[in-house]
């Protein structure tokens, strides 16, 4: 085989690759299918690549490589008011059109204002990083996750860093999801004059970015004002009702099988296979949020599989038990804590007509009995 034709195939391999980033494509090029025998052999068994869930750069084997299989029901899984979820799709749908003069545009600069930004704010697992998630989903991007805290600690280093996360985020045609933005955006003082330039700077950069980002924060009232008015739209999460915890469980139960799909029970199964509702109405009265439900059952599911059993209740209420009871012990342990580990618990909701929101978690505190 001429050395020529061995590199051509090798040029059409990547040239492959770089569909999934959106690089072009010329006319001309052999598919992976079209490929000899021969020159298979010839290619290496991995090839570079970064990985989403690690943030780091390593060696992919080749044989593990698949195409991405995009969720075409996302929005079932959030819980979110319908209004709220309405206007996030709408925003999402017109960002995600193929031609740019369809979408709509501001700003007399060229190249800026032309991201959509999202700031998500509320208490630890009640959905903002899955809002992200689907939105990913939606627009069929990758979805590229990173914390603010990983950027560095010095003003000029946070700049750069936060300047090559946008920089890739753009060349891979990602959805940027910046967790903890708080530290990145705090409001500014005089005296502080590295953050002060630190925070300017990281305006800027995001006013530029032409991407879809989000930022997430459970501190929002310690951003600086000016970067709320970079904002497209801002969105809090409040509390699980249990109306929606009960809709948290029951999607994460359906994806553990535990309970049947819309569509009835499956052939060659039987309804004593699965959790009845009377049991999913049950696991709602423990008041947990979006977060420890799904550690909760993906903790049964492995507790239930490896005795060899389906998934019951017995297996969940068991492992709640254990959590909670760690969160009791801990909080007595380190009162200082208590605040923070008291968001995996959600708080009680009055039953009485006139106490209709609930009772925020930092006010509540636990009686402790004295020794």
């Known amino acids: 085989m001429e050395i020529d034709h061995f590199f051509s195939s090798v040029g059409s391999i ?16 052999r598919g992976v299918d079209e490929l000899t025998e021969s020159e298979l052999y010839l290619l290496p068994p991995s090839i570079p690549g970064f990985s989403l869930s690690l943030n780091k750069w390593g060696s992919i084997r080749v044989d593990e490589l698949s195409l991405i299989q995009f969720s075409e029901c996302a929005w079932d899984h959030l819980v979110l008011e319908p209004k709220i979820k309405n206007v996030i799709r709408s925003l999402v749908e017109i960002w995600g059109r193929p031609s740019k003069d369809d979408k709509v545009s501001f700003d007399w600069i060229r190249g800026k204002s032309e991201g959509l930004v999202f700031l998500l704010h509320g208490a630890p697992g009640l959905g903002k990083t899955l809002t992200a998630e689907t939105v990913a989903e939606t627009l069929k991007q990758p979805l590229y996750s990173v914390s603010a805290s990983e ?12 300047q090559h996360v946008l920089s890739r ?5 990602a959805v940027l999801l910046i967790d903890e933005a708080d530290v990145l955006l705090e409001k500014r003082g005089r005296n502080d004059l590295a953050r002060n330039a630190m925070v300017a ?11 879809v980002l989000f930022l997430t924060t459970n501190r929002v009232e310690s951003f600086d004002p000016a970067s709320l008015t970079r904002v497209s739209i801002a969105i809090k999460y409040d509390e699980l009702d249990p109306m929606g915890q009960t809709h948290v469980w029951r999607r994460f139960l359906l994806l553990a099988k535990a309970i049947p799909p819309a569509g009835g029970v499956a052939e060659g199964e039987t309804s004593e296979t699965y959790l009845s509702e009377a049991d999913v109405l049950q696991l709602a009265k423990h008041n947990l949020n979006g977060r420890a439900i799904h550690n909760v059952v993906r903790t049964a599911q492995s507790l239930a599989s490896s005795r060899d059993e389906p ?7 068991f492992v709640i038990e254990v959590t909670k009871k760690f969160i009791k012990d801990i909080s007595e342990l380190r009162p200082e804590d208590e605040s923070a580990l008291g968001r995996w618990l959600r708080p009680q909701y009055p039953t009485s ?7 925020p978690s930092h006010r509540r505190r636990p009686q402790r009995s004295r020794r």
């Open 14 to 29: 990547t040239e492959s690759l770089a569909r999934t980033v959106g690089e072009p494509v010329t006319e001309g090029d």
């Open 151 to 162: 950027l560095g600690i010095d003003p000029h280093e946070v700049e750069d860093g936060l």
């Open 169 to 173: 985020a753009s060349t891979w045609n």
């Open 201 to 211: 700077g990281a305006l800027r950069l995001m006013e530029y970015h032409s991407g």
């Open 311 to 317: 998934l019951k209740i017995r297996h969940l209420e």
């Open 353 to 359: 007509a006139h106490q209709s929101s609930p009772v």
